[in-house]
T-cell receptor, first 109, second 115 residues
Framework: RKEVEQDPGPFNVPEGATVAFNCTYS??????FFWYRQDCRKEPKLLMS???SGNEDGRFTAQLNRASQYISLLIRDSKLSDSATYLC??????????FGAGTRLFVKA | ETGVTQSPTHLIKTRGQQVTLRCSSQ?????VSWYQQALGQGPQFIFQ???????GRGNFPPRFSGLQFPNYSSELNVNALELDDSALYLC??????????????FGPGTRLTVT
């Protein structure tokens, strides 16, 4: 079992749609959680940090469920510019950060 | 822009050669982490440097080594290159002095091709 697993995707949604991604992690001692977005052939960019049960930033909402060991990212009112790969990231301690394989999102007009 | 820079942007090497990749961290950041990202995969953690010492390592062999300098910039060295080392190498900087020590900011990466 991979340490961090994400929905395989790709997700194809129309503009204005709401889309949700899920991510599960195996290490119950994991301490910090993040969502990054990565555009094609570019570097990952921090989208949201998830330090407690969850947080919201505009159209983006991240939730953390420690009991079930999963993190989710909800995007409301999808824009064309949201098309990217979304990476779930877990800090497990011991100075080690684990990235999921990513979920590709295509938003179409 | 994150302020993290990497050089070179692209590199082509042959199997068995050695390569050095460089990274300058964002101003005020004292920690540098290196990642390898193969096509279609998420970044894989190689190691992290803090105060010029390696203090965390992923599942990479010893031929992957690094350095951090007093100005917090860093190098990644890979010896005896193999075809499977072809990937995007990403450097990320962060700081342990802020309230959020594990937010990492990535450079644009170095794309290494081994032939």
């Amino acid at each position: 079992r991979k340490e961090v697993e994400q929905d395989p995707g790709p997700f194809n949604v129309p503009e204005g749609a709401t889309v949700a991604f899920n991510c599960t992690y195996s290490n119950s001692a994991s301490q910090s959680f993040f969502w990054y977005r990565q555009d094609c052939r570019k570097e990952p960019k921090l989208l949201m940090s998830v330090y407690s049960s969850g947080n919201e930033d505009g159209r983006f909402t991240a939730q953390l469920n420690r009991a079930s060991q999963y993190i989710s990212l909800l995007i409301r009112d999808s824009k064309l510019s949201d098309s990217a790969t979304y990476l779930c990231v877990v800090y497990t301690g011991g100075f080690k950060t684990i990235f999921g394989a990513g979920t590709r999102l295509f938003v179409k007009a | 822009e994150t302020g993290v820079t990497q050089s070179p942007t692209h590199l082509i090497k042959t199997r068995g050669q050695q390569v050095t990749l460089r990274c300058s961290s964002q101003s005020g950041h004292n920690t540098v982490s290196w990642y390898q990202q193969a096509l279609g995969q998420g970044p894989q953690f190689i190691f992290q440097y803090y105060r010029e010492e390696e203090n965390g390592r992923g599942n990479f062999p010893p031929r992957f080594s690094g350095l951090q300098f007093p100005n917090y910039s860093s190098e990644l060295n890979v010896n005896a290159l193999e075809l499977d080392d072809s990937a995007l190498y990403l450097c990320a900087s962060s700081t342990r002095t802020s309230g959020r020590p594990y937010e990492q900011y990535f450079g644009p990466g170095t794309r290494l091709t081994v032939t």
